[in-house]
């Protein structure tokens, strides 16, 4: 784990491109079945875009059916932190980078054994580094 990031709202700006902005910092979310790892079976650690903390392993992915990468735990128990979600009429999980505050997407209890969780997370707030192959 790494220390907290503090940034301003205008250094992301800058940082992020528009889509990993809004969805990073303003919470929102990408339409499914169209980001970038929502079909990946790549080997590798996915990280937050924004800080580069490593937060899910391609071992724990699987596939949800729901168009968004979904993963069964994180890399690291301290990686991710959640809050309550109460916008759009429903209480959820938010799932949030534990070093920069990134929003990640949410966590349901309806994931595979041996946790039973589902971490749906936006294509848009990863970054994967793939694992070599000789």
């Known amino acids: 784990m790494t220390d907290k990031m503090n940034k301003t709202e205008e250094d992301w700006r800058t940082e992020l491109s528009p889509e990993q902005f809004h969805v990073c910092r303003e919470k929102g979310t990408e339409r499914a079945f169209t980001g970038r790892y929502w079909n990946t079976k790549d080997a590798g650690v996915y990280r937050c875009v924004a800080c580069g903390e490593p937060l899910f392993s391609s071992q724990t992915k699987f596939d949800s059916g729901t168009g968004w990468p979904s993963f069964w ?3 690291d128990e301290r990686a991710v932190e959640t809050e309550t979600d109460r916008s759009l009429g429903m209480t959820r999980t938010e799932v949030h980078c534990q070093r920069c505050g ?3 997407g949410h966590v349901f209890p309806d994931g595979p054994q041996p946790t039973g ?3 749906c997370i936006n294509s848009v707030s990863l970054a994967l580094d793939r694992e070599k192959s000789d």
Do not use: D, E
Request: no cysteine; charged share 10%; glycine share 0%.
């Open 117 to 119: 969780l589902r971490y």
């Open 102 to 104: 990134s929003h990640l």
């Open 73 to 75: 735990q994180p890399l």
